[in-house]
């Protein structure tokens, strides 16, 4: 840099989340023969082997449920994961109901108000006839 000056630039960076990632589920890139004309090779996505050979033995040995629930009920970015390592049960189910009236906004709203009615006229309907 020219001048007398001798200044530099600074940069001041904040970081905010790294993550890393073991990748398995990233497809390879291969070449193989097309449909229509085998010697002509086209592109396409192929599962790497290390993730079947790790999944086989999960299921295998019978925890694959664990891993799943352990490392894929969120992604990295923190969205919802995969709908089979989502925790289980009333607390859950709840939560997810919340989560969906906050997202959808007042038509949720009204709906839940509906079926909450609902069932308190059922349930008085039940004690009425008892």
Excluded: W
């Excluded at 390879?28 to 097309?34: D, F, Y």
């Excluded at 189910?93 to 509906?114: M, P, S």
């Amino acid at each position: 840099m020219g001048g007398g000056g001798g200044g530099g630039l600074l940069t001041a960076r904040r970081r905010q989340q790294v993550q890393t990632s073991c990748g398995y589920g990233v497809p390879l890139l291969a070449l193989e023969p097309a449909p229509d004309d085998a010697a002509a090779p086209k592109p396409c996505l192929v599962d790497r082997q290390t993730i079947l050979t790790a999944g086989a033995h999960m299921v295998a040995s019978g925890r694959l449920g664990e891993h799943q629930a352990t490392f894929n009920a969120r992604s990295l970015d923190g969205l919802p994961g995969l709908a089979s390592a989502a925790p289980r049960g009333p607390r859950e189910a709840l939560r997810r109901a919340v989560a969906a009236a906050r997202r959808h906004g007042r038509d949720a709203c009204l709906l839940l108000a509906g079926v909450v009615l609902g069932i308190a006229a059922v349930s008085a309907g039940r004690v009425a006839a008892a």
